[in-house]
């Protein structure tokens, strides 16, 4: 059984929930997953997003007997977890809670799955903080892995994608969506540096 780490540090300034987001089927990062939690006494929320790591850090909204989170991000199925705060070693609201990784798994249901990678056109190297925009809206943020997954509820259309870092080209392409239902691996997407930053 997973089980759940408590740890206290003098520099702390408030209690925390630690942890990391993955993907179930490929063990990879998830960036940009809303992480939030509720208490339903005071009404009040706290919510954060995974970084390109999948990491993420969000406070305790009070210490009682139990809390629960919750992970959701387009493309996938939506999860939560029940935690137990009663542990000695939080006091006067510090110290933090380190949570298993979480895994998720794909949503296919009334969707399509357009998800691939993103490389350095020169080194190979994948490029983590990648913007995936769509119709000027930015849906994706490439990982430390350079993976990003982007959902559509439209299927078998043409649909633009751009793909936008500092320092480098930017890249638009262009693909046919298949059926509802199903899960479109894209060949990887290779970024130019920009001349200016070349060395």
Same mark, same amino acid.
């Given at each position: 059984? #997973?089980?759940?780490?408590?740890? /206290? ?8 929930? *630690? ?26 929320? *706290?919510?954060? %997003? ?9 406070? /305790?909204?009070? =210490?009682?007997?139990?809390? *629960?989170?919750?992970?959701? @991000? ?6 939560? %977890?029940? @935690? ?12 933090? @809670? +380190?949570?298993?990784? +979480? ?7 009334? %969707? ?5 990678? /993103?490389?350095? #056109? ?9 913007? +995936? ?25 043409? %649909? ?12 638009? @392409?262009?693909? /046919?969506?298949?059926? =509802? ?19």
């Amino acid at each position: 059984m #997973a089980c759940i780490l408590l740890s /206290v540090s003098c520099g702390s300034r408030e209690a925390t929930y *630690e942890g990391y987001v993955k993907d179930a089927e490929t063990g990879d990062p998830l960036a940009d997953v809303k992480v939030y939690t509720f208490d339903p006494e005071s009404k009040k929320k *706290e919510s954060i %997003q995974t970084d390109p790591s999948g990491f993420y850090r969000l406070p /305790v909204l009070k =210490l009682k007997k139990s809390a *629960e989170i919750r992970y959701s @991000i387009v493309g996938y199925k939506r999860k939560s %977890q029940e @935690i137990d705060t009663i542990k000695r070693g939080i006091k006067r609201g510090k110290g933090r @809670i +380190v949570l298993p990784d +979480v895994l998720l798994n794909i949503d296919t249901v009334k %969707q399509v799955i357009y998800r691939g990678k /993103v490389k350095d #056109a020169e080194t190979g190297e994948p490029l983590s903080g990648v913007g +995936v925009t769509c119709m000027n809206i930015r849906i994706s943020t490439t990982s430390t892995c350079g993976n990003y997954l982007v959902s559509f509820v439209g299927g078998n259309k043409r %649909q633009k994608m751009v793909f936008t870092k500092s320092g480098y080209a930017k890249v638009s @392409i262009d693909t /046919v969506l298949q059926s =509802l239902g199903r899960i479109m691996n894209a060949p990887d997407l290779l970024m130019q540096k920009e001349a200016s930053d070349k060395e």
